[in-house]
């Protein structure tokens, strides 16, 4: 009895005829999958991400690089699907957008391994990156506007605006809850009237007083200025500050504050957030009280307090604002209060007397959130990897190297 009909046999011979891939094909099926899988592992798992300036230090440090993981507070959908693989929002080498508008999608989040916590290292859309500077999109497009003017930025540079998942990342420490009220008070934060935790590495300016000997500090102590004959201006982790107390040659060290209480800064570049000067006669050291918006909680809108939401109503939860006479229309209708759609962070740098933060550009919204800073697996200092690599900064946690 025959095993293989001729049917069979014509059909192995086809199998065996079939072509095969040529190396050209091999090495493009190869690298489609490589993209392919990288792509769902940076969007649905971690991401590679690196510290770009000082404004976390001394906890994170310039050329930090960390892995965010995406799953901590779950991952984002994105919001702006047509785009270029690995990419974020600008093309390499020869710059314009790496993504496309034709497509967008609303807010969604994949459940996570938990929630955003106070404290928490967080990396997330910048909230005013809607609009960004071509030529140095690091550069905040809106405080830069009102220092050079509005005039001088859009005829002298290309202006971008980008839709939320492709605002540039930042990361800072999430200081601030829904619901929380926030204060900062001569230069000190407190949240619902408690002092907020001092981290060992975070950074302030201290004033030092001396008795007319410059103090005896190792280099590691970051002297800002020389206000006088005896007096100094230091940026001091707060693990560094009982150091600096018990060098000799040095009377004091308290803590700087550049900006009294209800002194507005003279320069528009250091207004804060919400930059009216008329009814929030805040700064950086002296800030608030002011409470968080929380999803569904609802607030009495009035002439004096509408600069606090105005940007939340209109920009991040997608109404229509008119203000007239006194009155605000939403959405075609006239309004008294707003209910909160979406909860809202603070965010602000352990370096805080240089940290571009929550105090200038505001609330940032849920869903600006990118994910939770986890381990640095590589850092160098100012020198390059070959000669000033940080050993003991790699395969680190962030809660580890906060402490």
């Not at 202006?159 to 999430?174: A, F």
């Not at 209060?337 to 933060?357: A, C, I, P, Q, V």
């Not at 959130?369 to 790699?394: H, N, Q, T």
Request: hydrophobic share 40%.
């Amino acid at each position: 009895m025959a095993l293989f009909t001729k049917k069979d046999t014509a059909a192995t011979d086809n199998k065996k005829a079939k072509p095969k891939k040529s190396v050209f094909r091999e090495w493009f099926d190869a690298a489609l999958f490589a993209i392919v899988a990288a792509t769902l592992i940076r969007t649905f798992f971690f991401e590679a991400y690196t510290i770009p300036s000082a404004s976390m230090e001394g906890t994170m440090l310039i050329h930090d690089y960390l892995f965010v993981s995406k799953l901590a507070y779950g991952p984002r959908v994105p919001m702006t699907p047509l785009a270029v693989p690995l990419v974020h929002n600008s093309m390499p080498i020869f710059g314009g957008k790496s993504y496309s508008d034709a497509v967008k999608w609303g807010y969604h989040r994949l459940p996570g391994f938990g929630h955003i916590e106070r404290n928490d290292v967080v990396v997330f859309n910048g909230p005013d990156g809607d609009s960004a500077i071509a030529e140095n999109p690091e550069k905040d497009y809106y405080q830069t506007c009102r220092v050079e003017g509005w005039s001088t930025i859009n005829s002298q540079f290309h202006v971008v605006t980008h839709p939320v998942d492709k605002k540039e990342n930042l990361i800072k420490r999430c200081v601030g809850m829904p619901g929380d009220v926030l204060e900062v008070k001569h230069a000190r934060v407190y949240i619902n009237g408690a002092p907020n935790v001092l981290f060992p590495h975070a950074k302030q300016y201290y004033i030092v007083q001396t008795n007319g000997m410059p103090p005896m500090v190792d280099d590691n102590i970051q002297l800002i200025q020389r206000l006088n004959q005896t007096t100094y201006v230091y940026n001091l982790e707060n693990c560094q500050v009982d150091v600096i107390k018990k060098a000799t040659n040095v009377v004091a060290a308290n803590l700087y504050e550049g900006d009294t209480l209800g002194q507005v800064p003279n320069h528009p570049g250091n207004w804060v957030y919400p930059l009216d000067t008329v009814n929030f006669k805040w700064n950086r050291d002296n800030y608030g009280p002011m409470t968080i918006p929380k999803e569904g909680v609802t607030v009495n809108l009035t002439p004096q307090n509408i600069a606090l939401y105005r940007r939340v109503i209109g920009n991040y939860e997608g109404n229509t604002l008119v203000e007239k006479d006194g009155k605000f229309i939403i959405n075609g209708k006239e309004a008294t209060s707003y209910t909160f759609k979406m909860d809202y962070y603070w965010m602000m740098g352990d370096n805080r007397h240089e940290s571009l933060d929550s105090r200038y550009w505001g609330f940032v919204p849920i869903d600006h959130v990118v994910g939770k800073a986890w381990f640095v697996w590589l850092s160098y200092g100012p020198e390059g990897m070959i000669k000033d690599m940080r050993w003991k900064r790699l395969l680190r946690g962030i809660h580890t190297l906060e402490q």
